[in-house]
């Protein structure tokens, strides 16, 4: 059930999960506020009967302080519903080590104390001679704390990364993230970690340990985490649209990265998911039809009338989605992402979903 891209739901998919692992985000919030709507959407899905783990790469928070976050933006979470790839990163340690064993922190207070619930001992200093190194984000990361690391760990010492991303997003762009602090020690060294945080097995396995999932639902803003990281697990995602991947960037993914499901936002777990019909050279999904014209992908409305449907529907983004789910699948099957609008209609949803010619 998880092989496929993009597959037809006829039932709402908050009925076929008992547990939605979220992603926070770009998917429940960006910065501080919250995505519109997604207090309310969640509350939804809860009343239905769902269960939410709110899963989150970053380090440098402890659950409790991600909790305080989410209840502030009016999300009723519970601390131990959230998910930090700390507390992966300290169960791989605590699987790999005996009870008790030192272990340097590199990052910060929240992460020692997921080292210290896990049963080890966190120290901050090599000469203490630690067995094991956790290395995670910190905002005031030292090159001090970096030189404690690769002592520690050219002496020996078990080496795990809570997370492997090079960036962290911030209103100034991109800015160094635990990844890329990881390749110093690793360069200084020659050593490799293991690393806990998504796409790797060790957080999916956390989140289904913590939430007690049996049908899990990922739902994610990022291919080459939240997605890749579903799909290594052999697990059904969903793709939200209000984060970092943009509709070019579906169209380019790679077989790992394709999401079972796709939204525009968390709405998407209320409602079905609309089939697409494929015959050679064509997709249809709802009332657009793409078809191979000369090397690109030609969108056009094939429902009543001119296509004003589609311009004044009351869930515009839905019907934008309808149309990208059919262009994507053309997309991996021709190998191309150019598109180009057949008619007025299809000109509104490709300058929306940003896919406009030039
Ligand atoms: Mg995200």
Redesign the pocket.
């Known amino acids: 059930m998880t092989g496929q891209a993009l597959q037809a739901s006829d039932r709402p998919l908050v009925d076929q999960h008992d547990v939605a692992l979220l992603?926070?985000?770009?998917?429940v919030y960006v910065g501080a506020d919250a995505v519109p709507e997604v207090p309310r959407i969640i509350g939804t899905a809860a009343e239905a009967g769902m269960r939410f783990g709110y899963v989150?790469?970053n380090a440098s928070r402890t659950p409790h302080e991600v909790g305080e976050h989410l209840r502030r933006l009016g999300i009723p979470a519970l601390d131990n519903e959230v998910i930090t790839s700390s507390q992966a990163a300290s169960r791989v340690l605590a699987s790999r080590l005996p009870p008790g064993s030192s272990v340097l922190i590199v990052g910060t207070a929240a992460l020692a104390a997921e080292v210290e619930n896990a049963g080890l001992r966190a120290v901050w200093a090599a000469a203490e001679r630690p067995v094991g190194v956790v290395q995670g984000y910190h905002p005031e990361l030292s090159s001090s704390m970096l030189a404690e690391a690769c002592v520690a760990v050219r002496a020996g010492a078990f080496w795990v990364a809570t997370n492997a991303d090079s960036t962290l997003p911030s209103p100034r762009g991109p800015l160094p993230g635990n990844g890329s602090f990881v390749q110093v020690v690793a360069r200084t060294t020659g050593a490799t970690p293991v690393v806990a945080g998504k796409p790797e097995p060790a957080m999916h396995t956390e989140c289904v340990l913590r939430t007690g999932a049996r049908r899990p639902l990922v739902v994610?803003?990022?291919l080459d985490?939240?997605i890749e990281g579903a799909r290594r697990a052999h697990v059904p995602s969903l793709l939200v649209l209000t984060?970092?991947a943009r509709a070019a960037d579906l169209l380019a993914a790679p077989p790992g990265q394709r999401p079972t499901y796709l939204a525009a936002d968390l709405g998407g777990i209320l409602a079905p998911q609309p089939g697409i019909e494929r015959s050679d050279g064509l997709a249809q999904c709802e009332n657009w039809l793409v078809r191979e014209r000369s090397g690109s992908l030609q969108l056009t409305w094939a429902g009543d009338g001119d296509g004003s449907d589609a311009v004044h529907a009351s869930d515009q983004a839905a019907v934008d989605c309808a149309a990208l789910r059919a262009i994507a699948v053309l997309a991996w099957d021709v190998g191309t992402t150019q598109t180009v609008a057949g008619d007025q209609a299809a000109r509104g949803a490709l300058t929306r979903l940003e896919l406009a010619a030039g």
């Open positions: 992603d926070l985000d770009g998917v989150t790469n994610g803003d990022r985490t939240d984060g970092v």
